[in-house]
Each structure stands twice: as C-alpha cells, then as structure tokens.
C-alpha cells in the first residue's frame, strides 16, 4: 500500500519566516508533486520532481522552491513566508508510466 | 487549453439521490480522466477513471459518463449515502511531456441522511 506522509499536519507561522515543507514517500515513485489546495480554486501544482535532484515548475511556482536530494523525499520551501501563501499544501507521487497519483494526508499552513 | 472546467461548486442531495458532477475540457491531448475523492482532514484519492476510448464505466455506485465529442465527462453516484459527503475533482492527464495532471475546481457534494 502506498504511503505519502507529510510533516506536519498543522503550522503556523510568521511573515517573512523561512518554511519547510516535508514529503515523503514509500513506494520507490519517480515523480513527486506539491498543489495548493484554496477553496474553489481546486488544486493547483506549484512544483514537481521526476527525479532526484531534477525539479520543474508548475502553474504557480512563484514565492516557492524545492529540494529532492533523496528519491522519496520531496521538500518544499517557502524563502521569506506571506500571508496570502495561507492555504493547504498537498503532496503526491506516481510512478512514471503510471496513473494513480497517491496523496499525502496535507498541510494546513497557517501565515499570519 | 490545459483548463478542466467542473461544475456545480457544491451539491446537496438527499439519501439515495443521484448526484451528478460534470466536467468539460478543451485539450484533445488529454487520455486518461480520473475522478478524486476527498474526506475532510485527507488528501485526494483515486475513486474511479476512464480513458477517451470508452463512453462508460461503473465502479460500484460511481459511473463515468464520456462524451468525447463534446469533450464532456461527468460522475454520476447511484442511491448516494451520507457517507458519500465529500468532495469530488476531475482531472484530466496529457499524454505527451511530463504528463502532469489538471485538476477541475472542486465539488463539494453533501448527502443528507
């Protein structure tokens, strides 16, 4: 059974604060993906990663960076944090070739 | 063009109802269409999906309906159960590049018991 997990299911944090957003996943995937997730937005790819070291830019990278160093581990990065980046982040990974994109459970985000 | 338009943005139906969630898109490139599910505090997972080449498929009480074209796809949920509350997202995959998924809106759908 594929397993996404992210650190943190809830946080908050400060304007201007540098933020770390962990991903991992158990299943040997090559791809790994973060969305935001706004109401009535849907969810919006920001980056993703097929491959380590390799990253490529989604509809809304902008104020965001990331880092795969580690084939399961996909991070995401928010330099100096603002509050309109308030919003729950969503990872996924998948197998390339494959279809299924499986989802981690979410981190709600919190700048204030 | 990458666009996935769903609709409506949110449903309430009674127990045993036949929601029904659409979805339109722009881009013949697209091959493959999932539907999401989503449970509060969860993230998205894969309810059911269909590729262009079929106009139907049924999963239990989920049934996808494809027009290819009108370009139009649509789920429907058979005697819809409370537990069916969540909210649903179609998405459509490419078939060249990195073959990123495109997501709709959104629909949150609540069945009253």
């Known amino acids: 059974d594929v397993k996404v997990t992210q650190s943190s299911r809830y946080l908050v944090k400060r304007t201007g604060e540098k933020v770390f957003l962990e991903c991992v996943q158990d299943m040997d995937h090559e791809n790994m993906f973060w969305y935001r997730q706004d109401p009535g937005l849907g969810l919006r790819l920001i980056y993703f990663s097929y491959d380590v070291k390799m990253k490529e830019k989604g509809d809304i990278p902008e104020g965001y960076s990331v880092s795969r160093e580690k084939k399961e581990r996909f991070s995401l990065i928010l330099e100096s944090a603002s509050t309109n980046q308030t919003s729950m982040y969503l990872c996924?990974?998948?197998?390339?070739?494959?279809?299924?994109?499986?989802f981690g459970p979410g981190t709600r985000l919190t700048v204030l | 063009q990458q666009q996935v338009k769903q609709s409506p943005q949110s449903l309430i139906v009674q127990k045993g109802g036949i929601p029904i969630i659409n979805c339109a898109y722009e881009n013949t490139a697209f091959d493959y269409f999932p539907w999401y599910q989503q449970f509060p505090g969860k993230g998205p997972a894969l309810l059911i999906a269909i590729r262009p080449d079929v106009s139907e498929k049924k999963e239990g009480r989920f049934t996808i309906s494809f027009n290819k074209s009108a370009k139009q796809f649509s789920l429907h949920i058979m005697d819809s159960q409370p537990g069916d509350s969540a909210t649903y997202f179609c998405a459509a995959k490419g078939n060249t590049g990195f073959q990123k998924l495109v997501f709709g809106t959104g629909t949150r759908l609540l069945v009253s018991p």
């Open positions: 996924a990974s998948r197998r390339t070739g494959g279809r299924t994109q499986y």
